[in-house]
């Protein structure tokens, strides 16, 4: 199993910047990948970026080229670089973390807010 805990959260303006931290319990190198979900009020919790253990990147359209997500293995924290808000991009975030054996198992954090006024 594995703990997540995000931070990095908070009220920005558009075009502002934020980072995100994903915090695991466990080392990440053991973790087959990392991502970050997203989900607005009324809507449904959606894939914005992932990371896998080699270090392989994917993003959702809307994000691409504005957001960046990354690892540092030695501490054990994922990262989402968020640049040139919108706001179109206020939701609750959330780490992801899928460990794939036998079976694959999916662990979230509580997530953080962020939110961005116009």
């Known amino acids: 199993q594995v703990q997540l805990v995000e931070s990095g959260g908070g009220l920005v303006q558009a075009g502002e910047s934020l980072r995100l931290s994903c915090a695991a319990s466990r080392s990440i190198f053991s973790i087959n990948s990392m991502g970050w979900y997203r989900q607005a009020p009324g809507n449904e919790r959606e894939f914005v970026a992932v990371i896998t253990r080699a270090g392989s990147t994917n993003y959702a359209d809307s994000v691409k080229g504005r957001f960046t997500i990354s690892r540092d293995n030695a501490k054990n924290t994922v990262y989402l670089q968020m640049n040139s808000l919108k706001p179109e991009d206020t939701a609750v975030y959330y780490c992801?973390?899928?460990?794939?054996?036998?079976?694959?198992?999916?662990?979230w954090g509580q997530g953080t807010q962020v939110t961005v006024s116009s």
């Open positions: 992801n973390a899928a460990i794939i054996s036998i079976k694959r198992d999916e662990y």
